[in-house]
């Protein structure tokens, strides 16, 4: 089955710098990758997706990239302020026959620190 | 709010007990996902509904169950409960069966004693 690995787990930055998170699948079958963001004892929120046709997309200060070959993406955040401090989690998913699984990863911890 | 939504909140129970929960999807979502959150852990996927139909199972104990019925809102059954099946249990919905965003709900957290 699909593995998702993702790191760091935890992540420290300075409010204003940069934050990137990059996750590594092994089912060359996966190509959806959502990013869902996590506050405390809430629900995930899907904040960016991308699919295995596009390399790169970009939503205001959040930016997501996907190597198909290398079989990792990544979340990039700029411009990072305290309200980003949460877990994300990454995710790869395939359809096989209309059948979709859907593997996350284990989750990183970003603090921002004002 | 992702306009998915869960019954119970919260569920007090003992080991050996059974515990239904209730999600109810989205307006015009016909895909329904049950995934278990343990404590300081990711997202398990349990299993998939689309339209009423299961469409794929995760890492859902044999003891755990679920369906989806006409109205589209689905239950997931936990029987036999054992400690470790405490845990938070969110559904999320979406529209069609792969490959497409999925709205979480607020959860239910399960406290088995």
């Known amino acids: 089955g699909e593995n998702v690995e993702q790191h760091p787990s935890t992540l420290s930055v300075q409010e204003g710098d940069s934050a990137v998170i990059k996750c590594t699948y092994s089912?060359?079958?996966?190509?959806?990758f959502p990013w869902y963001k996590q506050e405390l004892g809430k629900r995930p929120q899907l904040i960016i997706d991308i699919r295995s046709n596009v390399g790169e997309k970009k939503d205001q200060r959040i930016a997501v990239t996907l190597n198909k070959t290398a079989k990792h993406f990544s979340l990039h955040i700029t411009e990072t302020q305290p309200e980003d401090s949460a877990v994300y989690f990454c995710a790869a998913s395939s359809d096989s026959g209309g059948y979709q699984k859907v593997t996350f990863g284990t989750g990183t911890k970003l603090q921002v620190i004002p | 709010d992702s306009g998915v939504t869960q019954t119970p909140k919260h569920l007090i129970t003992a080991t050996g007990q059974r515990v239904t929960l209730r999600c109810s999807p989205r307006?015009?979502?016909?895909?329904v996902y049950w995934y278990q959150q343990s404590l300081d852990q990711g997202l398990q996927f349990l299993i998939q509904?689309?339209?009423?139909?299961?469409?794929a199972k995760g890492n859902i104990l044999e003891r755990f169950s679920a369906q989806q019925f006409p109205d589209l809102h689905s239950e997931l059954n936990l029987s036999s409960l054992e400690l470790g099946d405490s845990a938070l249990y969110f559904c999320?919905?979406?529209?069609?069966?792969?490959?497409?965003?999925?709205?979480f709900g607020p959860g239910t957290r399960l406290t088995v004693t």
């Open positions: 509904y689309y339209n009423g139909e299961e469409r």
């Open positions: 089912d060359s079958a996966s190509n959806y």
């Open positions: 999320a919905s979406s529209q069609r069966d792969t490959l497409n965003e999925q709205y």
């Open positions: 307006s015009g979502d016909l895909s």
